[in-house]
């Protein structure tokens, strides 16, 4: 199976071109890099009745240590 990336919305979505098939992927809201949660499966966290996933354990334990600074809606992911 051959997947592409496309950007939309900013979020990104995965396209599996030979059965039409979009897939939203969850951001991670420290770094704000698309993830795969079947690749990431350990990395979540709940929080506030919301599941939020990581691209790494360095972004999970920041958010753990200090959840409202990244869902603060001035706060902008500068990626790793």
Request: net charge negative; aromatic share 14%.
């Given at each position: 199976?051959?997947?592409?990336?496309?950007?939309?919305?900013?979020?990104?979505?995965?396209?599996?071109?030979?059965?039409?098939?979009?897939?939203?992927?969850p951001i991670d809201p420290v770094c704000g890099?698309?993830?795969?949660?079947?690749?990431?499966?350990?990395?979540?966290?709940?929080?506030?009745?919301?599941?939020?996933?990581?691209c790494g354990k360095g972004c999970l334990l920041e958010f753990r240590d200090?959840?409202?600074?990244?869902?603060?809606?001035?706060?902008?992911?500068?990626?790793?």
């Open positions: 199976m051959r997947w592409t990336t496309t950007h939309f919305h900013e979020d990104f979505t995965m396209h599996d071109p030979a059965r039409d098939l979009s897939v939203q992927l890099m698309s993830v795969d949660p079947a690749e990431k499966s350990e990395l979540h966290l709940d929080y506030d009745g919301r599941t939020f996933w990581f200090a959840p409202g600074q990244y869902l603060d809606p001035n706060y902008n992911p500068q990626g790793m």
